[in-house]
């Protein structure tokens, strides 16, 4: 007869992997300062804000009832650049499928376009 022995933290483990666990997970995308801003006034019915990209964020989050679904860091801004990298992490409660919804709904709502390079303006 054998026996198999399994402790308290495999047990955890093992548990979190057939749950799905999502607190590894995280995506990181290029949001426009002037978009956040927009839709931040648009969500207040408001006609001018304080420029705060970090409140501005809140605000549309808010606005699409994400805010307590998601954390997120906001990355060091580039000079002279309209675009903000914002790393998003889902909270416990949130599944992958769903976070992956919310990411497209963020991005589709404030994110940044992606321009074709200069030089087929120029040729094009």
């Not at 990298?85 to 404030?110: A, G, L, Q, Y």
């Amino acid at each position: 007869m054998s026996v198999i022995s399994i402790d308290a933290e495999q047990t955890k483990s093992i548990s979190r992997q057939w749950k799905g666990d999502t607190r590894d997970i995280s995506r990181t995308l290029n949001l426009s300062e002037s978009r956040t801003y927009d839709a931040a006034l648009d969500s207040l019915a408001a006609y001018k804000l304080t420029g705060n990209f970090l409140v501005n964020l809140e605000i549309v989050l808010k606005d699409l009832r994400f805010l307590d679904k998601v954390a997120f860091e906001i990355k060091p801004k580039t000079l002279l650049s309209d675009c903000r990298h914002v790393e998003f992490r889902p909270e416990r409660h949130v599944h992958r499928d769903r976070f992956d919804e919310i990411m497209r709904s963020i991005r589709n709502r404030i994110g940044v376009e992606a321009a074709p390079p200069f030089w087929t303006r120029l040729f094009g």
